[in-house]
């Protein structure tokens, strides 16, 4: 796929997320029923209605402007065998939703097999818009685009690190391994779920690490993340496309002094 094929695919995917927006806000803030998927181990894994409708109605634009396309979701599964696929997490951050916190998003991601070609978040109560892809890194609010940049010469000794919650990350060597990234760091902050990603794409943030991530969680983010600058990986320093273990850093050489941290180097 050329760049203007790209840059016209992400154009209607913005939108379509944009559209999307309003359908989570009926639910946002108000008395809602919460279901638990139970995770492995008892641990809480809620959905509501907002994601349920949110993912049906992005499955619905996207077949009719992209047929053929494959489509992966969180709660309705994959459909398709195109190497092309859209894959969705109409409410990433659930906790933070039903919490009635604004960190949550809408994220969608363009893959052709392995390589995330394109991706956005989208925050509708603030009205927040964040697309990569190619080189392109952009921030929409109202009137207000700009351009993405993350900081470039951010280090560890002055860094802000974001995790959705350490005991994300698995006992024993990853807990420890955030624990000395953290000690090392000029600011810890906690929460955040993909808002903390757009923030480091903002420049905002520094480093994001976070484990138990499903692809759908960080396939979207990952192109928002290199286009502004930013490097993202897994433990074994593998672009996350299958999810996990999750490493996102402000610039190649930040990366690289958690990573060193996280394996005890």
């Known amino acids: 796929m050329n760049i203007e ?5 992400m154009a209607i995917a913005r939108q379509l997320v944009e559209d999307a927006g309003p359908i989570s806000l009926d639910y946002f803030r108000k008395p809602l029923v919460v279901d638990d998927k139970q995770m492995p181990d008892n641990v809480f894994d809620p959905v ?4 349920r409708r949110v993912e049906e109605n992005l499955r619905e634009g996207l077949a009719k402007h992209f047929p053929g396309y494959s489509i992966v979701g969180e709660e309705y599964g994959s459909e398709g065998d195109s190497n092309l696929r859209w894959v969705i997490d109409p409410i990433d ?16 991601g363009l893959c052709d097999g ?9 925050q509708p109560y603030m009205g ?17 685009a700009q351009t993405l940049q993350t ?7 002055d860094a802000i690190v ?16 955030f624990k000395a990234v953290a000690e ?7 929460g955040g779920d993909c808002y903390s990603y757009a923030l480091l794409a903002h420049g905002c943030v520094d480093l994001v690490i976070e484990g138990l991530l499903q692809p759908y969680d960080i396939i979207p983010l990952i192109p928002i993340i290199r286009a502004a600058g930013g490097v993202v990986t897994n433990l074994e320093g593998e672009v996350p496309v299958d999810g996990g273990t999750v490493i996102a850093a402000a610039n190649a050489a930040l990366h690289q002094e958690a990573m060193d941290c996280m394996h005890g180097r």
């Open 184 to 190: 090392r760091c000029r600011m810890q902050r906690y």
């Open 5 to 9: 094929e790209l840059k016209s695919h």
């Open 93 to 108: 951050g659930t906790r933070a939703f039903i919490s009635g916190v604004p960190a949550w998003g809408v994220l969608l």
């Open 48 to 51: 509501t209605e907002a994601d």
């Open 151 to 157: 900081r470039n010469d951010a280090r560890l000794e």
């Open 128 to 144: 927040e818009t964040f697309v990569g892809f190619g080189e392109e890194a952009r921030f929409y609010r109202g009137d207000v």
């Open 114 to 122: 392995d390589e995330c070609l394109g991706g956005i978040m989208h």
């Open 162 to 177: 974001y995790c959705t919650h350490p005991f994300m990350l698995a006992e024993g060597a990853e807990q420890n391994g």
